[in-house]
Every structure is written in structure tokens, then in C-alpha cells.
């Protein structure tokens, strides 16, 4: 049974950081993790993806230069820290895993989600 399970959520003013937190049940080194966000009223929306074992990321066009996605295999934990917060990126952020070593933009690639940690930012 794979469990995710993400924290670090919260409320931040608009240009602050915060640093999400997704833990794994499964030893995770192999499998490419992903976060996506859903805001209010809107389709969920790709973040960011690590691969397995060659640690290649990608993220998405309104996040980069912002977020970075890493993870710390020891801990099967994926982290997103987030940086320059603006209001827009209010959202429910999810955790995902994939079965394989790669990742992708499209929520099919990921069989497994976490719960979601609510940010929210203010102006």
C-alpha cells in the first residue's frame, strides 16, 4: 500500500517562503514524485517532477525560477520549496509517485496521491 503524506502547508504573505513536505510509505530512490496543485475553482495544474535515480527535474511555465523540488531518498521524502509566493499560487499542493523512474506534466503518470496541504497566500 503506498501512502503519501504531505505537510508544510499554511498561511504566508504574498513574497514570503514556505517549504512543503511529502512523506512516502515506500522507499521512493526509484520512482519519479511530482507535486500538483489545485486552486480554488480551478483544474489541478502541474508543479514540478524529480525522476528516479537521475534526479532530473522540470517544472511548470508559472513556478519556475520560484520552486525547487528535491527529495532525500534516506527519508523517502520529496520536498517543494517555495520562494517570491504571489496570491495565485493559493492552492491545495499534492504529492504523487509514479511507477517508474520517470516522470511527466500529465496527472496519468501517477497511480498514487497524497491527501493535499493547503497554502494560501495573502496580498
Known amino acids: 500500500q503506498v501512502r503519501l503524506v504531505e505537510s508544510g502547508g499554511g498561511l504566508v504573505q504574498a513574497g514570503g517562503p514556505l517549504r512543503l513536505s511529502c512523506a512516502a510509505s515506500?522507499?521512493?530512490?526509484?520512482?519519479?514524485m511530482a507535486w500538483f496543485r489545485q486552486p480554488p475553482g480551478k483544474e489541478r495544474e502541474f508543479v514540478a517532477a524529480?525522476?528516479?535515480?537521475?534526479?532530473?527535474?522540470m517544472y511548470g511555465d508559472s513556478v519556475k525560477g520560484r520552486f525547487t523540488i528535491s527529495r532525500v531518498n534516506a527519508k523517502n521524502t520529496v520536498y517543494l520549496q517555495m520562494s517570491s509566493l504571489k496570491p495565485e499560487d493559493t492552492a491545495v499542493y499534492l504529492c504523487?509517485?509514479?511507477?517508474?523512474?520517470?516522470?511527466?506534466?500529465?496527472?496519468?503518470?501517477?497511480?498514487?496521491w497524497g491527501q493535499g496541504t493547503q497554502v494560501t497566500v495573502s496580498s
Open positions: 524529480i525522476s528516479g535515480s537521475t534526479d532530473i527535474t
Open positions: 515506500v522507499r521512493t530512490s526509484n520512482y519519479g
Open positions: 504523487a509517485i509514479s511507477s517508474t523512474w520517470s516522470t511527466g506534466r500529465a496527472m496519468a503518470n501517477y497511480p498514487y
